[in-house]
């Protein structure tokens, strides 16, 4: 399983950077647009939709929602983005309590789908849209990566304090502050290299933790929904990561959370 997964990675980054550099704003946000697709078809495998004519109804809500985004102000739908992780904070601290109001419920669990695939491809657009946006979704690839990378092998070997049993036994604390850890050392050495003024140098290293803590609370989301649904995996496109969504999980937080501290903020490395 660990070989499989640092071949899959040591394929799909490369890829998906040489994407980033070569595609313009709009079609970067063309293909984010089709992985998000990809994304929707596969959390309706977590919505337990068995016909394939419900699987691909549901993707075209997702496609119509985000046709629709496009007309509304960036920063309301990272609002409601963050409300929304805030709200599924509470739903993971009392998981298996309180799920019997959502994980019967088709239309709440094809809501959630909605908050967790649409604001992700928005804010991703929209930092890209940004001035120096390539280098600030640069920033936060390598962040989202870096920590989960960090997290995982920490936890694996020195992991003993869980962090949500009833959810993904296998995260620890240790984990977590590795990667907060991470976080802190990575933003210093870009905010040393990218020559940014001191004073913003707090501010931005406080962006960074709280963008990898959200990053833990997408990956828990998506592990809730799949423990509620009966599924180790949202499905096999990725070979030692499972499914689409099981690589993309912490992005989906951290996306809409990144880009609106910065934009409150003001804060780019761009």
């Given at each position: 399983?660990?070989?499989?997964?640092?071949?899959?990675?040591?394929?799909?980054?490369?890829?998906?950077?040489?994407?980033?550099?070569?595609?313009?704003?709009?079609?970067?946000?063309?293909?984010?647009?089709?992985?998000?697709?990809?994304?929707?078809?596969?959390?309706?495998?977590?919505?337990?939709?068995?016909?394939?004519?419900?699987?691909?109804?549901?993707?075209?809500?997702?496609?119509?929602?985000?046709?629709?985004?496009?007309?509304?102000?960036?920063p309301l739908i990272l609002a409601i983005a963050f409300v929304?992780?805030?709200?599924?904070?509470?739903?993971?601290?009392?998981?298996?309590?309180?799920?019997?109001?959502?994980?019967?419920?088709?239309?709440?669990?094809?809501?959630?789908?909605?908050?967790?695939?649409?604001?992700?491809w928005a804010s991703l657009s929209y930092i890209r849209m940004?001035?120096?946006?390539?280098?600030?979704?640069?920033?936060?690839?390598?962040?989202?990566?870096?920590?989960?990378?960090?997290?995982?092998?920490?936890?694996?070997?020195?992991?003993?304090?869980?962090?949500?049993?009833?959810?993904?036994?296998?995260?620890?604390?240790?984990?977590?502050?590795?990667?907060?850890?991470?976080?802190?050392?990575?933003?210093?050495?870009?905010?040393?290299?990218?020559?940014?003024?001191?004073?913003?140098?707090?501010?931005?290293?406080?962006?960074?933790?709280?963008?990898?803590?959200?990053?833990?609370?997408?990956?828990?989301?998506?592990?809730?929904?799949?423990?509620?649904?009966?599924?180790?995996?949202?499905?096999?496109?990725?070979?030692?990561?499972?499914?689409?969504?099981?690589?993309?999980?912490?992005?989906?937080?951290?996306?809409?959370?990144?880009?609106?501290?910065?934009?409150?903020?003001?804060?780019?490395?761009?």
């Amino acid at each position: 399983m660990l070989k499989q997964r640092i071949i899959t990675a040591v394929i799909l980054i490369p890829i998906v950077i040489a994407l980033l550099i070569a595609l313009p704003p709009s079609g970067f946000c063309l293909l984010t647009m089709l992985l998000v697709l990809v994304g929707a078809w596969e959390w309706s495998n977590l919505m337990e939709i068995k016909r394939k004519r419900g699987r691909i109804f549901y993707v075209a809500i997702i496609l119509f929602v985000m046709i629709g985004a496009l007309f509304v102000p960036a920063p309301l739908i990272l609002a409601i983005a963050f409300v929304w992780w805030l709200l599924s904070l509470i739903a993971i601290l009392f998981y298996p309590r309180g799920s019997q109001w959502w994980g019967k419920s088709l239309f709440l669990r094809g809501l959630m789908g909605v908050l967790i695939l649409v604001p992700c491809w928005a804010s991703l657009s929209y930092i890209r849209m940004q001035s120096g946006g390539l280098y600030d979704l640069f920033f936060l690839l390598v962040l989202i990566w870096g920590a989960d990378s960090m997290a995982y092998f920490v936890g694996k070997k020195w992991g003993k304090t869980k962090l949500a049993p009833t959810v993904s036994p296998g995260k620890s604390l240790q984990g977590l502050a590795a990667a907060i850890f991470f976080s802190i050392l990575l933003t210093v050495i870009a905010l040393g290299l990218c020559q940014v003024p001191l004073p913003i140098w707090p501010w931005m290293t406080a962006l960074s933790v709280v963008t990898v803590c959200f990053s833990v609370i997408g990956d828990l989301c998506e592990s809730m929904v799949k423990r509620q649904a009966g599924l180790k995996d949202s499905g096999t496109m990725l070979p030692g990561h499972g499914g689409w969504l099981d690589r993309i999980d912490s992005l989906t937080a951290a996306a809409p959370v990144f880009a609106l501290g910065a934009t409150l903020l003001g804060i780019y490395f761009g």
